[in-house]
């Protein structure tokens, strides 16, 4: 039997648009790999470090964060990364590198450790052309991986995280990376599967700046048939989740801006070792967490200390005092001991699935965007998503959307979306 989603049993993240977890720096354009679907513009180049200084003098004015991801692009090919590293570090903020892995060693590793990097996540799917690679599937991708987390794992007390755009198309690969994941949860912190977005996954619908039909799909021009043939939802990567794990339960969420039943981000955190799991964390927990970090460090938790997460023994015996779930946890980790003593000499680890929704377009043509947005991002000293800044370069400002019309032959060209597939799927996420 599997759990079924229901975000009003999860703790809602205190995350707000001056107060969050994360902040979202995006220091170059350029990359060292083409993705399939990529919709960034890479033209502009490298940001100077007088810029970048900049956009955290906004960030520091405009949002108490925990940790600064530095984006792009690929960070890494920035000639000055260790500099930027170090001084995001020196103004108090966690770096969190997000990057494809391919500019990484160990002497830039190591560099870069120095400066202060906290942790890393590494975007890899089958979207990338990876030299030397050949994947089919997310599954021929596990050893990537694994190799980026034991490189993390051999410099030590670095957060190790993977991203992975999800389709239609590579919706039933998610099993596979879940079973690797789970049997490496003292260097694999978090998996993060993203809900592949463009435009003609929306629906039927028009795009308008101001009172002007703009052609959207032309910002994804990289665009191809990886990228599926519908939208998808968080519950149904939930439920493929499910499908190796029947225990998978999210624990904390956030919504969305114009539909407060839609989960945008879903955080599920299990206690295991390598050889089992013990359960996911309860809600309360999540809360105890949150809220004893704000107590103690002022903002609230993103990205925690890999000390931290080899503490699932305790954690799940302290908490297991006051709520009935952890308690539950613990009692399977006391009897896991008892029948086998020695294990008391290995750790267990706090694991994390996330699962995040972006944009949708609802029936009405509203966007419906992560309430609380942790990748809220600088540009010409606003705070914008980071997942729509390509409109505001290039339109100025964000574009609408208007369901469209019954098709004519005047405007049959037109139009961003197919028609909706002969079995009658829905398309419109709301």
């Known amino acids: 039997m599997t759990n079924e989603i229901v975000p009003q049993r999860y703790y809602r993240l205190p995350w707000t648009l001056t107060d969050n977890g994360i902040s979202w720096l995006e220091v170059t354009s350029r990359c060292n790999l083409a993705c399939e679907g990529c919709y960034r513009d890479k033209s502009e180049g490298h940001k100077s470090l007088e810029e970048i200084a900049t956009d955290l003098a906004v960030f520091k004015q405009l949002r108490n964060s925990d940790c600064i991801s530095i984006a792009g692009g690929d960070p890494l090919v920035h000639p000055q990364i260790v500099e930027i590293v170090r001084m995001i570090s020196k103004k108090g903020w966690k770096p969190i590198l997000n990057t494809n892995g391919v500019a990484l060693d160990r002497e830039l590793l190591h560099e870069l450790k120095k400066a202060g990097v906290s942790g890393f996540t590494f975007h890899i799917d089958t979207s990338q052309k990876r030299k030397g690679v050949r994947a089919r599937t997310e599954a021929d991708l596990n050893p990537v991986r694994q190799f980026y987390a034991e490189m993390l794992a051999r410099e030590g007390g670095l957060s190790c995280s993977f991203n992975q755009t999800v389709t239609s198309d590579t919706l039933d690969h998610i099993p596979e990376v879940v079973k690797w994941a789970q049997r490496h949860p003292d260097i694999v912190h978090t998996v993060v599967f993203i809900l592949y977005r463009e435009p003609r996954l929306f629906g039927e619908f028009e795009f308008y700046v101001h009172a002007r039909q703009v052609n959207l799909a032309a910002t994804y021009e990289k665009a191809t048939a990886w990228g599926g043939d519908r939208a998808l939802r968080a519950a149904e990567v939930a439920a493929k989740i499910q499908e190796v794990d029947p225990e998978y339960e999210p624990s904390a969420c956030l919504n969305g801006t114009e539909d407060a039943a839609t989960t945008k981000w879903l955080l599920a955190t299990r206690i295991a070792n390598k050889e089992r799991g013990f359960g996911y964390v309860s809600p309360k927990f999540m809360e105890f967490v949150q809220q004893g970090h704000r107590l103690v460090h002022g903002t609230w938790l993103s990205y925690s200390h890999p000390k931290f997460l080899g503490t699932g023994r305790l954690s799940a015996a302290l908490a297991g005092l006051f709520d009935k779930k952890m308690f539950a946890i613990a009692a399977r980790q006391a009897f ?37 947005c942790p990748d809220m991002t600088v540009y010409q000293g606003k705070l914008l998503w980071s997942c729509r800044l390509e409109e505001w370069k290039q339109f100025g400002c964000f574009v609408s959307a208007k369901p469209r019309k019954p098709r004519t032959d005047a405007v049959s060209g037109i139009g961003l979306a197919p028609r909706a597939p002969k079995s009658g799927r829905e398309q419109i996420v709301v």
């Not at 029948?339 to 419906?368: A, C, E, H, W």
């Open 336 to 372: 896991s001991d008892l029948r086998t003593p020695s294990s008391l000499l290995k750790k267990n680890y706090l694991q994390t699935f996330t699962i995040i929704q972006p944009i949708d377009v609802t029936s009405d043509g509203r966007m419906s965007m992560c309430d609380g």
